[in-house]
């Protein structure tokens, strides 16, 4: 076990940290974690049948108490994400963390100044790109600065996407690459028992429509399909706002069973999927979406937009369907197909399983984690 004090920067709010932190505190391969909250102040909470040694406290205790939340929160307010570097640079020197580890570029990433830091000595930063960090805002003007102002002080780029290591070198990037790293780290490789998608009703829309996700275009789709969806029950997840409003719409309009689902926990995802004929997941940038993979694993067909990881993880027209998120043509062809072809959502199970078996195996994402951080003396 490393005795090096690690201060990892990311979303406290997110489910991808906590199961990277859970993998760690698995693994018992660090001593002691730090946190930095990019965004959020909810405090690490360890697995209850845990028995690992590692230690994992916030780097600002005070952010994680409730009126240390709440002032926080008015800061948040008054003065956007950027007061948080200043907070970053105290719990740097307060807590002298030897390896800091980024978790996603444009929340956490943006806040780290390693010049600031010189007077204090890190031997080591790892920076991990998820999803849209680089394919997307790594061609964006607006972005490409502050981009290239992190990478030229990161040692170590993992990412999801083997596409990004070309964006990276070009805005600067000089370190070590390793792709592809996943946040979510794997599943387990038991066989999960469910009915054969082609029984099943029920057809699930990631709903987020938002920098990246483009659920009203699938919502559009599935009014363009030539097949009779009243027999189906449609469920919306974690839908914003815009898609709220659809969805009433289209309830009225349609006389569809179409609802949108509040945020739900991860039991509660897989419940849906186990009963879902078809999954169907747009953005215009994602890395390898969870619910995609979850799709697989409970034989739900999955519909993915091809700017994200289903290009290696989906056999077009075999185990899913890669779609253009803007072609609306394209996505409703594969939604009539998915809906009608028995056979077909049948047959894809097994593919991806096998998928899944050979790429998403818990145990080799643990290896590659443990891998990332055995140089940690």
């Not at 360890?46 to 002032?71: H, N, Q, Y």
Request: charged share 25%.
């Amino acid at each position: 076990m490393s005795n090096k004090r690690v201060l990892v920067v990311g979303m406290t709010d997110s489910p991808h940290l906590k199961k990277w932190l859970d993998a760690v505190v698995e693994l018992t391969i660090i001593r002691k974690i730090l946190i930095f909250p990019s965004t959020g102040y909810e405090k690490y909470v360890k697995p209850s049948d845990s028995k690992s040694s590692t230690r994992i406290k916030m780097a600002v205790p005070f952010a994680s108490t409730f009126l240390g939340r709440g002032f926080c929160f008015l800061l948040d307010r008054a003065f956007g994400p950027s007061w948080r570097k200043i907070l970053l640079e105290f719990a740097i020197v307060r807590t002298r963390p030897e390896v800091i580890h980024i978790h996603e570029i444009q929340h956490g990433g943006y806040l780290f100044q390693r010049k600031k830091t010189r007077f204090y000595p890190i031997k080591k930063v790892i920076c991990s790109s998820w999803g849209s960090d680089l394919i997307l805002y790594g061609k964006l003007p607006s972005h490409q600065n502050k981009i290239t102002d992190l990478l030229r002080t990161v040692d170590v780029l993992t990412s999801e996407r083997v596409e990004e290591f070309e964006i990276a070198s070009n805005l600067g990037f000089k370190g070590s690459f390793i792709s592809p790293v996943y946040t979510a780290i794997g599943i387990e490789a038991n066989p999960v028992q469910f009915e054969a998608p082609s029984k099943r009703k029920m057809i699930l829309v990631k709903g987020y429509q938002d920098n990246h996700g483009r659920a009203l275009n699938a919502l559009r789709a599935l009014e363009l399909v030539k097949s009779d969806l009243k027999n189906f029950e449609i469920n919306v997840v974690s839908a914003s706002p815009e898609v709220e409003i659809e969805v009433e719409r289209m309830r009225f309009e349609n006389g569809w069973e179409i609802k949108c689902v509040p945020k739900q926990n991860q039991r509660e995802i897989h419940n849906l999927l186990r009963h879902s004929r078809v999954y169907i997941g747009l953005s215009i940038s994602d890395g390898l979406s969870t619910m995609m993979v979850e799709a697989m694993q409970f034989g739900a067909f999955p519909i993915q937009s091809v700017n994200s990881g289903a290009p290696s993880f989906l056999l077009h027209g075999t185990s899913g369907f890669i779609v253009d998120p803007w072609d609306l043509s394209a996505i409703t062809q594969s939604i009539d197909t998915a809906i009608s072809n028995d056979e077909l959502v049948d047959s894809a199970v097994m593919v991806n399983r096998d998928q899944l078996k050979r790429k998403f195996d818990l145990g080799h994402g643990l290896e590659v984690l443990k891998n990332l951080y055995s140089d940690l003396k």
